[in-house]
């Protein structure tokens, strides 16, 4: 309970949208009723404020928590840096430099461009100066001089071995770049991989609405999807084309790759993959895997499982339903095991202990991974407790508030022709006390009649 004010406030910001899916999670058979949202995300994007907002607020403590004076992000057309779009350099064109560094606890930011995109940026305003730089001076030496001149502390560049999001400094760009800077500059380089993970790991109250909003439309169109379903007639793929429809007409893209997202399995299990023509049976436990992309950058990541009834079934069998039942508790153990200060390792084991004591196969998926600008986004990871796996580095990292996840309560078994899994993946974010789903969770296995 101690969950709900944030909960209730979300079902508040989204109500049409969910209530519809909370009505269909009550039901055992569903027919395709609920409203048709084209463009549904279509209107201006709300992400050049909400960018604004995260360089202003959020940036100057991540700098500061990794021990960072300075950061420089070079820009260029085609095969840009992954996080042009988020300093505001997506639009160049001649090599740029956005660079920002920490003035006492303000972030002062700046632009060094050639003239052909500084009227632009002038215009725009979205840095506190613009250096327009004669073309055969070149925008990364004017800036890699003015780091020499004004900065005494570290460097951080977009360099890393474990963070693909602060690793878009290509290797012919650092080498011009940190080659224009003096001998002393150069020794304070350092990885923006901490800087990366400690801004974009943490989200806005903004954006947490705006995937709130998109978690419950994901979760909707999925229980439509299941009330198209004809056993022994309809295939996985059909229930994949109507998603993918459903899509199209709301004017979303897709949360991950296209050919595998969704992912619909009627079948033994088989990981990530594209849905198949496999012809849905009686009997068999189907999963959607599924996220959307809005305003082209917020995503969902979301699963719903349902039961094909036999003929003369009412309800599923007896193992089918614990299965579902103790897979189903997993997920609710995980969020009440996140909040504030624990690691995504302790949520991990959490939900591994329970799928122990109550006879599940091993999984080897993690419990869960962050979510926002990326189905798999920076952030700890909520996993490590595998049996003969090492876990990852970030599943010794703590959650804060803010951070956004997707995860699940898992119940693996062996079926004919290999293992089916049960994975019961919500989302949810972290608050002050505790974590709270985005959206209404799913509380009953889906019978489709």
Same mark, same amino acid.
């Given at each position: 309970? %101690?969950?709900?004010?944030?909960?209730?406030?979300?079902?508040? %910001?989204?109500?049409?949208?969910?209530?519809?899916?909370?009505?269909?999670?009550?039901?055992?058979s569903h027919d395709n009723t609920a409203g048709e949202h084209p463009g549904l995300f279509s209107?201006?994007?709300?992400?050049?404020?909400?960018?604004?907002?995260?360089?202003?607020?959020?940036?100057?403590?991540?700098?500061?928590?990794?021990?960072?004076?300075?950061?420089?992000?070079?820009?260029?057309?085609?095969?840009?840096?992954?996080?042009?779009?988020?300093?505001?350099? /997506?639009?160049?064109?001649?090599?740029?430099?956005?660079?920002?560094?920490?003035?006492?606890? /303000?972030?002062?930011?700046?632009?060094?461009?050639?003239?052909?995109?500084?009227?632009?940026?002038?215009?725009?305003?979205?840095?506190?100066?613009?250096?327009?730089?004669?073309?055969?001076?070149? *925008?990364?030496?004017?800036?890699? &001089?003015?780091?020499?001149?004004?900065?005494?502390?570290?460097?951080?560049?977009?360099?890393?071995?474990?963070?693909?999001?602060?690793?878009?400094?290509?290797?012919?760009?650092?080498?011009?770049?940190?080659?224009?800077? #003096?001998?002393?500059?150069?020794?304070?380089? !350092?990885?923006?991989?901490?800087?990366?993970?400690?801004?974009?790991?943490? %989200?806005?109250?903004? /954006?947490?609405?705006?995937?709130?909003?998109?978690?419950?439309?994901?979760?909707?169109?999925?229980?439509?999807?299941?009330?198209? !379903?004809?056993?022994? !007639?309809? #295939?996985? @793929?059909?229930?994949?084309?109507?998603?993918?429809?459903?899509?199209? /007409? *709301?004017?979303?893209?897709?949360?991950?790759?296209?050919?595998?997202?969704?992912?619909?399995?009627?079948?033994?299990?088989?990981?990530?993959?594209?849905?198949?023509?496999?012809?849905?049976?009686?009997?068999?436990?189907?999963?959607?895997?599924?996220?959307?992309?809005?305003?082209?950058?917020?995503? #969902?990541?979301?699963?719903?499982?349902?039961?094909?009834?036999? =003929?003369?079934? #009412?309800?599923?069998?007896?193992?089918?339903?614990?299965?579902?039942?103790?897979?189903?508790?997993?997920?609710?153990?995980?969020?009440?095991?996140?909040?504030?200060?624990?690691?995504?390792?302790?949520?991990?084991?959490?939900?591994?202990?329970?799928?122990?004591?109550?006879?599940?196969?091993?999984?080897?998926?993690?419990?869960?991974? =962050?979510?926002?600008?990326?189905?798999?986004? !920076?952030?700890?990871?909520?996993?490590?407790?595998?049996?003969?796996?090492?876990?990852? =580095?970030?599943?010794? @990292?703590?959650?804060?508030?803010?951070?956004?996840?997707?995860?699940?309560?898992?119940? %693996?078994?062996e079926i004919e022709g290999g293992t089916k899994t049960i994975s019961v993946e919500e989302m949810?974010?972290?608050? &002050?006390?505790?974590?709270?789903?985005?959206?209404?969770?799913? &509380?009953?296995? +889906?019978? +489709?009649?």
């Amino acid at each position: 309970m %101690k969950h709900q004010p944030l909960f209730l406030r979300l079902l508040l %910001k989204a109500a049409p949208l969910i209530l519809i899916a909370l009505t269909m999670l009550s039901c055992t058979s569903h027919d395709n009723t609920a409203g048709e949202h084209p463009g549904l995300f279509s209107g201006p994007s709300p992400w050049p404020e909400i960018r604004q907002e995260r360089i202003g607020t959020l940036l100057g403590p991540a700098m500061q928590r990794a021990e960072a004076e300075a950061w420089a992000v070079v820009c260029r057309s085609n095969n840009n840096d992954p996080l042009a779009a988020h300093v505001g350099c /997506e639009n160049a064109v001649a090599p740029a430099v956005f660079a920002f560094q920490q003035r006492g606890g /303000e972030i002062f930011s700046l632009a060094f461009s050639p003239p052909g995109e500084a009227a632009a940026l002038q215009e725009l305003g979205l840095q506190d100066s613009v250096v327009v730089v004669d073309y055969n001076i070149g *925008a990364m030496r004017a800036a890699a &001089e003015w780091l020499s001149n004004n900065t005494t502390g570290a460097i951080a560049l977009n360099y890393s071995s474990s963070n693909e999001f602060a690793d878009g400094l290509s290797h012919t760009q650092y080498s011009a770049f940190t080659g224009m800077m #003096t001998p002393g500059a150069r020794n304070r380089i !350092v990885s923006s991989e901490e800087l990366v993970y400690e801004w974009l790991s943490v %989200k806005l109250p903004a /954006e947490v609405e705006i995937m709130a909003e998109a978690a419950a439309v994901t979760a909707q169109w999925q229980h439509e999807a299941y009330a198209q !379903v004809v056993p022994g !007639v309809s #295939t996985d @793929r059909d229930i994949a084309d109507f998603l993918k429809a459903k899509m199209r /007409e *709301a004017g979303v893209t897709d949360a991950w790759a296209p050919d595998q997202n969704p992912l619909v399995n009627s079948g033994p299990d088989r990981g990530h993959a594209h849905a198949t023509d496999r012809v849905i049976q009686h009997g068999d436990v189907i999963q959607i895997d599924f996220g959307i992309r809005v305003y082209d950058r917020w995503v #969902t990541d979301i699963q719903r499982f349902a039961y094909v009834l036999h =003929p003369d079934e #009412t309800e599923a069998p007896a193992r089918i339903q614990q299965y579902w039942e103790v897979a189903r508790e997993g997920n609710r153990r995980a969020l009440a095991a996140m909040r504030p200060g624990v690691t995504g390792l302790q949520v991990d084991v959490t939900q591994r202990e329970w799928m122990r004591e109550n006879g599940s196969m091993e999984v080897f998926w993690s419990t869960g991974h =962050p979510v926002g600008y990326q189905a798999h986004d !920076v952030g700890p990871r909520l996993g490590g407790g595998q049996l003969d796996r090492e876990p990852s =580095p970030y599943s010794f @990292r703590e959650l804060r508030e803010g951070m956004v996840f997707a995860f699940d309560g898992f119940y %693996k078994w062996e079926i004919e022709g290999g293992t089916k899994t049960i994975s019961v993946e919500e989302m949810a974010v972290v608050t &002050e006390s505790g974590a709270a789903y985005l959206t209404a969770p799913q &509380e009953e296995l +889906i019978l +489709i009649r």
